[in-house]
T-cell receptor, first 113, second 113 residues
């Protein structure tokens, strides 16, 4: 029973590099989302998706792209990494309604030098 | 604009004591208020949640108190244990399928022996 799986767990990038953070869920959830967690700022929503082929911006979308080609996968792309994107990134999924629990992965710790 | 304000930022409680974390929200459209618990190196996990049609919800040692007129809600942890040491996040959303969960900034709880 994997739940939400994020890879990699740790990554160090140089400024200007690109990379994709992977997220997969095996619960057939329609809603998936990406958050970043920074000290003293809680979890802030980057992008979310209510189903395959549908994505939308959250609170802090700049510098990030997403796509949702399947129900299971929701990758997050950094096109040109900046030091301000150093953070811990969490992917989450839930069944449709907003009062359903969100299931989080264990995060990707990303450092941009 | 921070829509959910959480306090305190950190809290130290002796074993057996009561831990109290407070949150206030601004958006009157919110109608779902969960609390998430996060251990180091892990993603947040749903602890307990409440709808605004009730003033209190209790699950074991954890209780949410809700004051709709004041737009405030709080988490009480009775008989706090060292295993409760974690970061706690309050959150709020509406219940639509595209609703976005807005998190507070988190409270780091340490329960001492």
């Amino acid at each position: 029973n994997a739940g939400v799986t994020q890879t990699p767990k740790f990554q160090v990038l140089k400024t200007g590099q690109s990379m994709t953070l992977q997220c997969a869920q095996d619960m057939n959830h329609e809603y998936m989302s990406w958050y970043r967690q920074d000290p003293g700022m809680g979890l802030r929503l980057i992008h979310y998706s209510v189903g395959a082929g549908i994505t939308d911006q959250g609170e802090v979308p700049n510098g990030y792209n997403v796509s949702r080609s399947t129900t299971e996968d929701f990758p997050l792309r950094l096109l040109s990494a900046a030091p301000s994107q150093t953070s811990v990134y969490f992917c989450a999924s839930r069944e449709g309604a907003g009062n359903q629990p969100q299931h989080f992965g264990d995060g990707t710790r990303l450092s941009i030098l | 604009q921070q829509q959910v304000k959480q306090s305190p930022q950190s809290l130290i409680v002796q074993k057996g004591g009561i831990s109290i974390i407070n949150c206030a929200y601004e958006n009157t459209a919110f109608d779902y208020f969960p609390w998430y618990q996060q251990f180091p190196g892990k993603g947040p996990a749903l602890l307990i949640a409440i709808r605004p049609d009730v003033s209190e919800k209790k699950e074991g040692r954890f209780t949410i108190s809700f004051n709709k007129s004041a737009k405030q809600f709080s988490l009480h942890i009775m008989d706090s244990q060292p295993g409760d040491s974690a970061t706690y996040f309050c959150a709020a959303s509406n219940t639509g399928t595209a609703s976005k969960l807005t998190f507070g900034t988190g409270t780091r709880l340490q329960v001492t022996l």
